[in-house]
């Protein structure tokens, strides 16, 4: 009962939302793709008398950052994502050059389409989620009395609610019945009004070449971020055996040939330096299998992710809580993947977040492998520059996986990660 509730809370406070964005979309939508494509049109049809070749690209800049703050829109509240593939222009292209190389690039003719179809279909769709929400609160207010304002009392009809005439109280009861279906169909039609209003915008905006485009561009950039990993990797290798590993043994070597100098000579000295040798070797040895459990521990080859993540988190200074659900392994790379990132959030999590517990649950759903981790520290962690969690980034980024960070002032703190994947 109490879980079926809060699910009528949640789908309530959602078509609410659903609502106010509507409104907020429908009228800044309106206002700007009237306003844009106009002084657009205009410049365009000034490029022959030479003063569009100046307007026109500060005209369609405007749109474009208009077009581009939809995207974000769509994709923050509806989660529609909407490539955005305009072609390069110079940086410093004269404005003859700047004006024809964004005539002749494609996207800008779509933008233009859909500043049309935005003023149109668009904003009706936006504004209808809209409109569920809020015309029923007059139907209310007319089922309680407001009808008496707009009639005369001769009973003639005096105020019209959607096709109810409203002239008397029972036509105000009626007016107040459609408010209430009216508001249960906000409940369930406002949230998908306003993610076909964007999805709409994506069948505009985008295009298959846009889209091509941007893969290409995802696949280029990821598979840089390997090469530059890998190869940061294998420096990272090559020095710790050399100032490590290597160098006890080095010095291992040094001792045994004393030792074998010294053992007629001196057989206490000699005894003690085969003490040392014998404890460099043990050193030389642990180095190796942390170096060894860096690359790729064995408890992830042998029992899989869900148990390597349970021994890391037995390894941490603070209580930590590890949930699994995992009804397989995935491919070695992508568990590797995912559990050097998990390694970094909770390194994070000990390090600076000032945490006494962590909490990782692990999960695999329509063909997703799910991570969070989340602390109770203080919060403040972001994905930037020099963050390690900006390298997990780029790690999961191989595998067209997702790296999310919640973390406000105060905390909690949780990073979640997402990667594509299948379980065998």
Request: hydrophobic share 50%.
């Amino acid at each position: 009962m109490e879980t079926q509730s809060s699910d009528v809370r949640t789908r309530g406070r959602e078509a609410v939302v659903a609502g106010v964005r509507g409104l907020a979309v429908a009228v800044v939508g309106l206002a700007g793709s009237v306003i844009l494509f106009v002084l657009t049109v205009v410049s365009i049809a000034l490029v022959p008398l030479g003063i569009g070749i100046v307007t026109a690209p500060w005209a369609l800049t405007g749109v474009r950052a208009f077009a581009n703050a939809r995207r974000i829109v769509a994709a923050e509240w509806c989660q529609v994502r909407i490539p955005a593939a305009y072609r390069p222009i110079p940086e410093h292209a004269n404005p003859w050059t700047r004006c024809f190389r964004m005539l002749g690039d494609p996207a800008t003719w779509r933008d233009l389409g859909w500043l049309l179809v935005d003023m149109t279909a668009g904003f009706a769709t936006a504004l209808l989620s809209a409109a569920l929400l809020f015309y029923p609160a007059e139907g209310f207010a007319l089922a309680l009395g407001l009808w008496r304002v707009f009639t005369d009392g001769t009973g003639r009809v005096g105020w019209w609610y959607g096709f109810v005439p409203v002239s008397g109280q029972g036509s105000a009861l009626l007016a107040g019945a459609l408010a209430a279906v009216l508001l249960v169909a906000a409940y369930y039609l406002s949230p998908p009004l306003l993610r076909l209003h964007f999805q709409l915008t994506r069948s505009v905006l985008a295009s298959g070449q846009g889209e091509l485009a941007e893969r290409v561009r995802v696949l280029t950039e990821t598979r840089r971020d390997a090469v530059d990993t890998s190869a940061a990797e294998l420096r990272r290798i090559e020095r710790d055996l050399h100032d490590g590993a290597q160098a006890r043994l080095v010095a291992m070597g040094m001792d045994l040939g004393t030792i074998e100098a010294l053992v007629e000579k001196d057989p206490a000295k000699a005894k003690e330096l085969l003490a040392q040798a014998r404890q460099s070797s043990a050193d030389a040895l642990t180095e190796l299998r942390d170096l060894v459990r860096g690359i790729h521990p064995p408890v992830l080859a042998e029992r899989g992710l869900g148990d390597a993540v349970r021994a890391l988190a037995l390894r941490l200074p603070l209580a930590a809580e590890v949930d699994v659900d995992l009804d397989g392994r995935a491919d070695a790379p992508v568990e590797s993947a995912a559990y050097f990132a998990v390694s970094e959030a909770l390194t994070n999590a000990v390090k600076h977040s000032g945490a006494d517990r962590v909490w990782v649950d692990l999960h695999h759903t329509d063909g997703m492998l799910r991570i969070a981790v989340t602390d109770n520290g203080k919060g403040g962690a972001r994905i930037g520059a020099g963050s390690g969690l900006a390298g997990v980034e780029r790690r999961l980024g191989t595998f067209d996986g997702v790296l999310a960070v919640s973390s406000p002032a105060g905390g909690p703190t949780m990073v979640t990660m997402e990667i594509p994947c299948v379980l065998s």
